[in-house]
């Protein structure tokens, strides 16, 4: 006999748990399968995101900061140390211990709001049936009213970088070097070649990024790419645009890479590589041929607006449908389908989802960028702040980046927000909240903003849309 509930939610990421707590608060009986297994066999929580993405990795990005500062930084201050020592393991086992509570927290947090929690592997069968296959090959099947796909995804591994143990890593193996690699090779100098790459070159690396395509952080406002890109190379990252990865070959302890960029074939050779040229939906051994659910062009589980697979009461969230691969898009969409099933209305804005690459300084914006606005043929103007004029940032010691605001020439409705500078990943929303409630840049520009602080950089780039700024000299006229 199989057990019966309102909702089963296949995978506890941040998509899947927030879904599932949704639910049941919402007074739905649910049941959360996950079949993720931590360093000691025992069953976690959180995904990617906690065991192996965010949370990690920011976790080596402050520690590696805070190393840097040392470093670099603190003389300027008048702050004289010496002998300052990395212990590379200490910082692991710090990050180690942040996993575990939090992973643990979540499966508490299951647990406390009724969430029914299925150790094993969730498939889909026809029917709005689960099977869950235990580690122990057991099998039950579990009927569900409605069913919430969030498996997720994992790495893309290309065939000329084949991972190879301890030498060419995957994003999870770059959370795990027992030491500060002497010469390192990234792939891909996305988000998390960015991220990764630099914690490992402020703690010493020599670090070279090889990114395929020719305009460096294609996808983010070319302005602050460009910005980003002088900033990241002068901290010591190497990055080398138009430059495509296709061969690799181990030699004892090192790592030949073999790539093509504008003079033609070249050779690089480091002690370690990590390939982080993006990221795939999984769903392997997940849908019965005939449960119903359709994949699109490109292996991501179709979805409508709602979340709605090809199959009525089959929902799927977060990194395994189309949208930006974060944490919090996918707990959004986790809430939203807990709202539709549970009956009440509920819509996911797409235009609106903030985005930060933890860098020093942060990189984050939300809604479009000027090349976008630019394509769309809309009329807008900008309004640009650089932190150099910005007194808190000077006494922060970064003065690097700047606050752009785009908006609608018409109406002046706020259509983008950029930022490069420290703290970008708190202050990006000010623009998200603005942006949800349709604020014009004259709104921001007519708030009262704490002095001093870093935020004024968004006030004076609201004035500086329309040629107000006070603590610079004005690039456009006033209107
Ligand atoms: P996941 O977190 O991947 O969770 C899916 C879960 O489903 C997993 O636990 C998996 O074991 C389970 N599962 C899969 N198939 C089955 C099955 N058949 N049965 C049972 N269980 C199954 N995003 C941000 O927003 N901010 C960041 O700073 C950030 N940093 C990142 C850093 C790194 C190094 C990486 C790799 C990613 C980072 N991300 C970040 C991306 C973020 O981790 C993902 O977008 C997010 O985890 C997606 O959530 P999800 O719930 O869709 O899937
Ligand atoms: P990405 O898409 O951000 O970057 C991958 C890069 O690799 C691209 O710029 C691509 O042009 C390049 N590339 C592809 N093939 C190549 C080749 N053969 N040679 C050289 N370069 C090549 O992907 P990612 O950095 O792997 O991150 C995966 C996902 O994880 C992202 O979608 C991101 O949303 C998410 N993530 C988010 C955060 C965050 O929010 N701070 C952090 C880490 C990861």
Excluded at 45 to 54: A, E, K
Excluded at 141 to 162: F, L, Q, R, T
Excluded at 277 to 283: L, N
Excluded at 445 to 460: D, I, R, W
Aim: charged share 20%; with cysteine.
């Amino acid at each position: 006999m199989s057990d019966k509930y309102d909702v089963v939610v296949i995978g506890a990421g941040p998509g899947g748990y927030v879904a599932a707590i949704r639910a049941a608060q919402l007074g739905l009986k649910t049941a959360c399968v996950e079949k993720g297994q931590n360093k000691e066999g025992k069953p976690t929580y959180g995904g990617t995101c906690l065991n192996v993405g965010c949370i990690p990795s920011k976790a080596l990005l402050e520690a590696s900061h805070k190393y840097a500062e040392t470093q670099h930084d603190f003389a300027e201050l008048g702050i004289e140390v010496s002998d300052v020592q990395m212990n590379v393991k200490k910082m692991i086992a710090h990050k180690d211990s942040i996993v575990s509570k939090l992973t643990q927290g979540v499966g508490g947090l299951l647990k406390a709001n009724g969430v029914t929690a299925l150790h094993g592997s969730g498939k889909v069968l026809s029917g709005k049936k689960v099977e869950v296959t235990a580690q122990d090959g057991s099998v039950q099947v579990v009927e569900a009213e409605n069913i919430i796909i969030a498996s997720g995804s994992v790495p893309v591994e290309i065939p000329p970088a084949p991972l190879t143990e301890g030498l060419i890593v995957d994003s999870t193996g770059a959370l795990e070097f027992e030491e500060v690699p002497g010469r390192l090779g990234v792939i891909g100098g996305g988000v998390i070649g960015l991220e990764l790459g630099s914690v490992w070159s402020r703690l010493g690396s020599e670090v070279t990024v090889l990114e395929a395509q020719d305009t460096f952080l294609a996808s983010t406002d070319q302005e602050i790419a460009k910005a980003a890109k002088k900033v990241l190379s002068k901290q010591g990252l190497n990055i080398q645009i138009g430059a495509r990865v296709t061969g690799t070959e181990v030699k004892g302890n090192e790592v030949v890479v073999t790539y093509t960029d504008a003079k033609g074939e070249q050779q690089q050779t480091f002690d370690k590589l990590i390939v982080c040229v993006g990221r795939r939906p999984y769903t392997e051994a997940l849908l019965s041929n005939d449960c119903g659910v359709t994949l699109d062009e490109r292996g991501f589980i179709y979805v409508d607006d709602h979340c709605r697979t090809s199959v009525p009461g089959v929902y799927a969230i977060g990194d395994v449908v189309r949208g930006p691969m974060l944490a919090h898009k996918a707990s959004e969409e986790g809430m939203t389908v807990a709202d539709l099933i549970a009956g009440h209305k509920a819509e996911m804005n797409y235009d609106v989802i903030p985005g930060v690459i933890y860098t020093f300084p942060e990189i984050a914006s939300v809604g479009k960028t000027e090349e976008e606005v630019k394509a769309e043929g809309v009329e807008y103007e900008t309004g640009t702040f650089p932190f150099q004029a910005i007194g808190r940032a000077m006494t922060n010691g970064c003065t690097d980046g700047m606050v752009k605001i785009i908006t609608e020439k018409a109406s002046d409705r706020i259509l983008g927000m950029h930022i490069m500078g420290q703290n970008a990943g708190e202050m990006i929303h000010q623009g998200v909240i603005a942006m949800e409630f349709g604020s014009s840049a004259e709104d921001l520009a007519l708030m009262c903003f704490a002095h001093p602080t870093l935020s004024e950089a968004v006030h004076e780039a609201a004035l500086a849309v329309d040629g107000h700024a006070i603590h610079m000299p004005n690039r456009k006229k006033r209107k």
